[in-house]
């Protein structure tokens, strides 16, 4: 396999680990691995020794975006997950590329990987103006922008799934999703409003983030909700 198998024209599942051994099990639901670098043991050398067949998006999620990664090596070890053939895109916080991370965007480009440009919200749901200012900064940023937020109520979702539309009817490849119990359903629901990426785990009890569905689960929300 090689990184160019992949793209973010259309919807992508991805399968949340840190442990790629769990790959065989996301076979027949998720179109790639998020492979989390951050809780992952030695994964480096989980990378050297990946032989599997779906492609992998590398994060690598420092502490002061609800990773564990500390902010030494991080991005060089980033940049070395690029350099493997399997690796179609790597995630960059935009905090950090906005702090001086562009090399490690421009690293990835150079070996084929695309770059998802993130940002997280674990208070809240910015106001609608807001929201669009951060997601086009995301996606101006990177090949796809991410923003994931906190809704405590059923209004804060519709902002988001709203934000979601607009933005790519302008031609703006996106992924969003509400975190939390009262958002949950916004990760079945958002790529009929547009965004290209949704995240579970293969299994419920490794969630990386609230409000995620298992892997099968969401697979068939998304086929059933979205056309997907």
Known sequence: MTSDTLDFERFRLAASTATLADEPAARDHADLVEFRMDLAEDPLDQLADYDGDLPLLCTNRPTWEGGEADDDGRLDALEAASEHDAVAAIDVEI??????????LDYAHEHDAAVVASVHD???????????RLLARAAAAGDVGKLAVTAETREETLRLLSITHAMTREGATVATMAMGEVGAHTRAVAPGYGSKIGYA??????ATAPGQYDLETLAELVESLSGE
């Open 95 to 104: 905090a950090a590329i906005e702090d001086g991370a562009q090399p490690t």
């Open 122 to 132: 674990f208070e809240g749901t910015p106001e609608s103006e807001q929201l669009a």
């Open 201 to 206: 785990p293969v299994d419920p009890s490794d």
